[in-house]
């Protein structure tokens, strides 16, 4: 068997520091819309099993208690890692904050 043969890549990335922090920004963003829908699906599941969600009237059988008790520790759990990711993206947006140069304000 032969090594695998990995050509030499050396791009030229030229991005000036506000390219870079919008780049960072936007990266925020789209994490707390992929949470914001994490949430969402979260609430319809409970809502899926107390047959309140639009549209599912009829389609799921009566919850039991233990499917309730199931449902809430799963989504308990969901949203511990949910509140985690929100912990380490507000350290993320800190540091991108505190680290912009301070430019002195306009003259008037």
Excluded: C, F, W
């Excluded at 050509?7 to 991005?15: A, D, E, G, L, V």
């Excluded at 960072?24 to 829908?37: N, T, V, Y």
């Amino acid at each position: 068997m032969s090594q695998a043969n990995i050509p030499n890549i050396t791009p030229t990335i030229s991005i000036t520091i506000g390219d870079s922090v919008n780049l960072l920004l936007a990266s925020i963003a789209l994490e707390e819309l992929a949470l914001a829908h994490i949430i969402n699906a979260e609430a319809e599941k409970i809502q899926y099993v107390l047959g309140t969600l639009p549209g599912t009237s009829g389609l799921s059988p009566a919850a039991t208690l233990s499917n309730l008790l199931a449902i809430d520790r799963s989504v308990e759990r969901t949203l511990q890692e949910v509140i985690k990711k929100e912990i380490l993206l507000q350290i993320k947006l800190d540091n991108i904050v505190n680290g912009l140069p301070i430019s002195p304000p306009p003259s008037p």
